[in-house]
């Protein structure tokens, strides 16, 4: 027999996705979604070798055509009425902090490809799963959860190939959390105002305490705080930041 | 020996204030603070007949000197040197839905005087003692919340007597996170976007699944996860609904 | 035979009421009202002697008895049957930038009583004015103006004295928006989110350029503008800032 | 002898983008870019016929190639050292509003390349046309506006389509309104919230009074307010809707 409610994580290559894949592992299987293989190897191992169970599989958020393959590989590996209980779009495109006329169109291509068209995608192909959660009659209402930024809410000077798609992607959360929040899913947008702790960061902020940055552990239980919440309290977006930044 | 660490809840007339009493009584004596014995007694009787403790005093949120004798009650009850671990805010003023120039100006005022002066009134009071709470190292960040409402966000026609009193104190709840977080203290803002299923709206949506409502103790829930995250990860507002209301 | 439509302003006291004030006494007789005569005399004098027409009457706009007076004594010298065709919200409680817990009641109290209550009765005492505005077929929809600052959409560390009134007044002038605009009444909030340049604020900014500061008759350009917008386009908010500040 | 400042409008084919390059007619020779010349045609004949200059530029503004060709042609036309005076960007990607699960990538992402990378593509090929007509010292902050909808700042259930890339754009006019601003170039968003008067929306709200709808000559009148406004006094957003309108 095969496990019949998952989590989805795609983006798992920072931090963020591994902690969020490792606290939802405790309770379900997880597949996680990365261009590459070194992206979900070591954090697949981490789960399976802890008692949990993870999968990786190779897809790319902004190619429709590779997300349905990852959604067959979930059903041959799942069964074919699988449901997911989470899912949750940690990926971003690429961007480029100078001046508007310096950024070549193709940055901000790939940057809509990932944040706002990746949005879109990776939603049109769990949402089937998500409502297969709710007919599964899944503990906690199924959840559709996607990471924002600072770039989310705040659209700076030299920052708008991050926020185009940023805000792209805030628009889809709002837009699905209204349609989808009657037929039982929870959609929420978490907007995450700072640098997060991963070993990406380590040189940032040293000047700064260490409570300076995002914890990426805090991060997936804020993320499992959402997923657990009840049909009568459905919270659509959370901000997220240290206590000592400066604003 | 006396509690060092206690949680403060103004506005308990209601079930929501109740709820957050009885969540927050797990780990703390509670304080509960209303304008008439009659909105606290069976709270805290209920709370010390389960083995929490809690008391009552008798106090109006718009009335500095009044507030002040509260103060001074709690340290009387739990020593001089009392931290809160907690403080929470579920006061209203009292408003008109109809025509602007058919609400008198003392609905305005009455309404202003709640919502915002005493949002105010009761922050001096318990900044203190929160900053007191960092200093006795609080388990979990002291945390002040204040409950808004979809009126907070939205000042809709023939709605201000409510609206220009919530825009205000989500104002200083925003002054305040950015203030006193670098200091420890956890400040947030519930915006309650619906109806809460309580006594009073027993009778409300009746032609609406039992969903509609949202739960006083889900939001008790919420402002719990509120009170536990860590310092590295402090979310200042969210927004709770029903996942079947319609937009 | 007396003038039928008229322009109030109320707060002339700084150089952007004289110049919202002049702005449109092109078209209309002004009133001016200010708690103290030297708040208006000389503005009313210039106008006087450039061919216009103004009056200024004290007022304080937190007293509902002062308005009504002013408004007894607008129609004393306008007729029983005047209209207004404008009325501009340009008052502002004192405030105070330190820390919240060194700030005293009273400054809170004071502030919202001007910038929330102010607005409020403000509002009730002028709108029977503007709806007699559309009875008379003013050429413009009558118009609602409020003067709006940073304060009124940003809740900084420190400004909650100021912040908690200015939100309350935006509320205000949103509800009314929706309430009136569909009788004939076009109701505006305008952020001003930078230094005015005026007498008062002559040594301020002086290490940048001259355009570091907005043109006060700029803004009165601006309400201009937006009393002349017909009912099928109306603005409810715009901001204003200079090109060269920093954000 | 060749004109050195110009008005760009990108979008013509609906009532709108004819009304505001009539408009800027009165003042500067227009550039009207569509896709098809049916669309521009009849506008620059007229306002050829009525004593200004348009011309017509058959131009793509999803596809970077297009829009280099048409710089190349107005470099032609007006000389090599042309500045502009204003840019507008009135297209729209389209879309569809069903459920999403029901909407075909395609849709999305032809409304993403029209409405995100549209405006970013348009706004690389004029700014340098904007920054010399800051050199060219024109009359008027050279300006740089985008046309929005009630869907840039709302993302309605079964919107996405439509909203996604609506609020790419607006992220676009912030970020560039905070990098061009201190340059001297006026970048702004205008919100139109409501049906416009076109021929092609003839047939809606029959049941409305005629001002239900906003005037597209309104809103050419407002691009040609937010144009004059002087380096002291910029807004970056205005809201446009009809007085008559329900919330």
Redo the contacts between chains.
């Keep these: 027999m095969t496990s019949r409610l998952i989590t989805i994580v795609a983006g798992v290559g920072g931090g963020t996705g591994a902690s969020i894949a490792r606290k939802f592992s405790a309770k379900y299987p997880v597949v996680l979604l990365a261009r590459k293989p070194e992206n979900y190897e070591s954090i697949a191992a981490d789960i399976n070798a802890s008692g949990g169970k993870a999968i990786g599989i190779s897809a790319d958020v902004s190619d ?1 055509a590779s997300l349905q393959r990852a959604v067959e590989a979930i059903k041959q590996e799942f069964g074919a009425d699988v449901g997911a209980a989470a899912a949750i779009f940690n990926a971003s495109g690429g961007f480029m902090r100078k ?3 310096d950024v070549s ?1 193709d940055v ?2 790939s940057s ?1 490809n990932v944040s ?2 990746g949005g ?2 990776f ?2 192909s769990v ?2 799963l998500l409502l297969k959660g709710v007919e599964l009659k899944s503990e906690h ?1 199924p959840s559709l959860i996607f990471t924002g930024a600072t ?1 989310s809410v ?7 190939s991050f ?14 959390a ?5 037929q ?1 899913v ?1 959609v929420a947008h978490a907007v995450i105002d700072g640098v997060i ?1 991963t070993p990406r960061t380590k040189e940032w902020l040293k000047d700064m305490p260490a ?1 300076a ?3 990426a552990d ?2 997936a ?2 993320y499992w ?1 959402l997923h657990t ?19």
């Design positions: 429709a001046p508007f006329l169109p901000f291509q809509l706002a068209m879109i995608l939603s049109q949402l089937p209402p770039a705040k659209s700076s000077a030299q920052m708008s926020s185009t798609g940023k805000w792209a992607l805030r628009a889809l959360s709002q837009s699905l209204r349609e989808f929040g009657p039982g929870h702790d409570e940055k995002l914890s805090g991060i239980n804020d705080w919440q009840p049909k009568t309290n459905f919270t659509w977006e959370i901000d997220l930041r240290p206590a000592v930044e400066k604003w």
